[in-house]
């Protein structure tokens, strides 16, 4: 009690300030004034599960405090966990196939005609980001922030600033931003050296012979790779009832790209694997998106569709089908669909495998993930207000991922099995916001 | 001089586009006492920005193509 007279004690000298400096502000409501001071928060923790592969647990943090009319703090923390398989590159075989562990400790052994897994991954990652926007004036408003990511092998560092400024009664509001990002890759086990073949232990006759093989296919130190992002926006109000946005964005990167945890199977005239080599990816990649949404607001809910282009000089495209439709059911309760179609080609040096008795590429990877691939999304997600604008939501997802052959002839036994599954994926969520 | 020319008139195409575009813009929207509808919370464009933080960092893992929404930055090393 004691608490809320203070804060209206505040609110009423703010106002009264406010009102010196712009007679117009008297018409504020005090309890406007003091709720533009308080906090917001958003906190969700996320499951998502691969079919036999990767699982992960995400718990993320958003906390906004307003400071007056002109000035946002925009915090965020996440922490997200991983562990389980991930697909290696290699192709799957009619025997059983052993491969040396990222580490270089241990090996791993997989199924006559399985997808090759490694099941090396467990990681505990960590990302803190700060936003600050300040309006300038009624025309002009800037955004400025920082943002770290940290894991075992992986850390990221990165600055954003942007201008937006808004014309026409507030309807048009352009937007120019701008990021710089600063990894750093230190890899388990160290770098592999560009299309090494993997040493495996059944070669050699001591643990020490191994040890030296191993250590030829590694290089010292860490990598890093420097990313630069510029955006441009329009939102533009369309009618009262919908509104557009449309981005253009480029981005230049910059350094280390390759998966240091793929390979590649060489394999003979008879799809028989001879040898797994280390992937390796060019060191730059200029790439283009643009980006179009239209989002309308309804009697009884609101609607999105939006689409994305995207292109790189790696010749990888990909274009982005994407709704969310929100029904109230009530006026505190709230269903929601979410549909995602994702269509990709190929990067130019993407390939399923190498054959032995052709020469070396450059470069080369067969990791799925910059191959051909359709992907959907389904997802349903229910949220109910509370009182005291505290909200609550339920969300269930189900995501597909279909890589398909960019072409290649599949030779010998490699046709016998499936060389390109399909990863299916739950993601369930829960979010709180007051 | 014919590439000079097809520069010209490619730059004059991409200006009247773009003069056109923001007469267009002018003409659009509402008046400010008309925006109750686009001023509604869930209007907003950032209106669940942990859904999409959340999904921008799976679809990044697990995709070639990232970002276009917002500035995509650089990352994790995600698998």
């Not at chain 1, 562990?101 to 990652?125: C, I, K, M, Q």
């Not at chain 2, 907003?44 to 929404?69: C, N, P, Q, V, W």
């Amino acid at each position: 009690m004691q608490l809320t007279q203070k804060r209206n004690i505040a609110g009423a000298i703010a106002m009264a300030s406010c009102s010196l400096i712009n007679p117009s502000a008297q018409a504020t409501d005090l309890n406007d004034i003091v709720k533009s001071d308080d906090w917001k928060v958003d906190a969700a923790i996320m499951y998502y599960g691969e079919q036999d592969r990767v699982q992960a647990a995400e718990v993320i943090g958003n906390v906004q405090k307003s400071f007056g009319d002109s000035s946002l703090l925009d915090m965020k923390l996440v922490v997200d966990s991983l562990t389980g398989a991930s697909a290696s590159g290699a192709v799957a075989q009619d025997s059983s196939q052993t491969f040396t562990r990222p580490s270089g400790n241990g090996e791993y052994t997989v199924n006559a005609g399985e997808t090759p897994l490694d099941d090396t991954f467990h990681d505990t990652r960590v990302q803190l980001s700060a936003n600050w926007m300040e309006v300038l004036n009624p025309d002009w408003t800037l955004n400025v922030g920082l943002n770290g990511s940290t894991e075992f092998d992986y850390l990221s560092l990165g600055l954003n600033a942007g201008l937006e400024r808004s014309f026409n009664k507030n309807n048009t509001i352009v937007a120019l931003s701008g990021a710089f990002t600063q990894d750093t890759i230190d890899a388990v086990g160290g770098r592999p050296v560009a299309l090494s073949e993997m040493a495996l232990r059944s070669q050699y006759d001591t643990e020490a012979a191994f040890q030296a093989a191993f250590d030829d296919t590694r290089q010292a130190g860490t990598d890093d790779k420097q990313t630069i992002d510029l955006m441009l926006g329009v939102t533009q109000n369309i009618n009262r009832y919908w509104l557009m946005q449309a981005n253009y964005g480029i981005s230049n990167v910059s350094g280390y790209m390759t998966d240091p945890y793929k390979v590649l199977s060489q394999v003979d005239n008879s799809g028989t694997t001879q040898t797994y080599l280390y992937e390796n990816r060019p060191e730059d990649r200029l790439k283009h998106s643009v980006f179009v949404m239209a989002k309308g607001a309804l009697d009884s809910g609101v609607v999105d569709f939006s689409y994305r282009y995207s292109t790189d000089d790696w010749d990888i495209s990909s274009h982005t089908l994407e709704t969310h439709y929100r029904y109230y059911l009530s006026p505190s309760i709230y269903a929601q669909i979410h549909l995602r179609y994702y269509q990709q080609q190929a990067a130019n040096f993407y390939q399923p495998f190498l054959l032995a008795d052709e020469p070396l590429p450059e470069f080369a990877s067969a990791d799925y993930r910059i191959g051909d691939m359709t992907a959907y999304t389904v997802g349903l997600k229910f949220g109910q207000r509370l009182s005291g604008g505290h909200e609550l939501s339920y969300r269930l997802e189900y995501y597909q991922q279909n890589p398909e052959n960019n072409g290649t002839e599949l030779v010998g036994q490699l046709s016998q099995f499936e060389q390109f599954p399909a990863v299916k994926a739950i993601v369930a969520q829960v979010s709180y916001s007051f | 001089m014919k590439n000079n020319l097809i520069r010209f008139n490619i730059k004059a195409g991409l200006a009247i586009v773009i003069l056109t575009g923001l007469s267009a813009c002018s003409t659009l929207g509402v008046e400010p006492w008309e925006k109750d509808q686009l001023a509604r919370a869930d209007m907003a464009l950032d209106s669940e920005k942990l859904d999409m933080a959340l999904d921008d960092h799976i679809y990044f893992s697990k995709e070639g193509t990232s970002g276009g929404r917002s500035l995509a930055g650089g990352g994790c090393g995600c698998n």
